[in-house]
C-alpha cells in the first residue's frame, strides 16, 4: 500500500492505488452540462464508489481521499482546483430520485475533503446519466454508483 510499493503492483499487472491522471475521450452522447464542467480537465485515477441507496463513504474511499490529499499537496498542483461529479445507476429509483441521490454522494464527499483540508470547486450530481457499465448486473451497477474527481 506504500507509495514505494505501489511501482511493483503495476509491474506485476494489478491496479495502483496511487492517483494518477489522464485525459479520457468523451462517449458519445454526454451530457452536455457534464462536458462543460469537466472540459479541459484531467481525470484522477480513483472513483468513490457507493453500496446501492447509500452515500456513506467505506473504508477505501477513505484511503483514497488521503492519498488524494497527499497528491494535491504536491507543489504543481498547488493552484490547480477539484471537481466532483456524482453519479447514480438508473436503478436507484426515479431520474428525479438518482439524480438527488448522485448530489447527495458528491456532496458526502465534498464535506469529507474539507475536513481533511480540500476544497472542491464544484460539485454536481448527474443521476443515472453516463453509465459506466450496463445495468443488468449488480456488478455493473455498482460500478455506475460513483463519484468522479476531476483537476482543473
Given amino acids: 500500500m506504500s507509495d514505494a510499493g505501489q511501482p511493483i503492483v503495476e509491474e506485476v499487472g494489478f491496479v495502483s492505488q496511487r492517483v494518477q491522471t489522464f ?9 452536455p452540462e457534464y462536458r462543460q464542467r469537466v472540459e479541459g480537465g484531467e481525470r484522477l485515477s480513483l472513483n468513490i464508489r457507493f453500496d446501492e441507496g447509500s452515500v456513506a463513504l467505506d473504508s477505501k474511499a477513505q484511503a483514497d ?17 477539484l471537481v466532483l461529479v ?13 439524480e438527488a441521490l448522485s448530489n447527495d454522494r458528491g456532496n458526502q464527499v465534498a464535506d469529507r475533503m474539507q ?18 457499465s450496463g445495468e443488468d448486473s449488480p456488478r455493473g451497477r455498482a460500478r455506475n454508483r460513483r463519484v468522479e474527481v476531476w483537476l482543473r
Fill in 23 to 31: 485525459t479520457p475521450e468523451f462517449a458519445e452522447g454526454s451530457p
Fill in 115 to 132: 475536513q481533511i483540508g480540500l476544497r472542491p470547486r464544484e460539485v454536481r450530481g448527474m443521476g443515472g446519466r453516463l453509465l459506466l
Fill in 86 to 98: 456524482g453519479f447514480a445507476d438508473a436503478e436507484e429509483g426515479s431520474p428525479l430520485l438518482a
Fill in 65 to 81: 481521499l488521503k492519498r488524494l490529499a497527499a497528491f494535491m499537496r504536491q507543489p504543481t498542483r498547488q493552484n490547480r482546483t
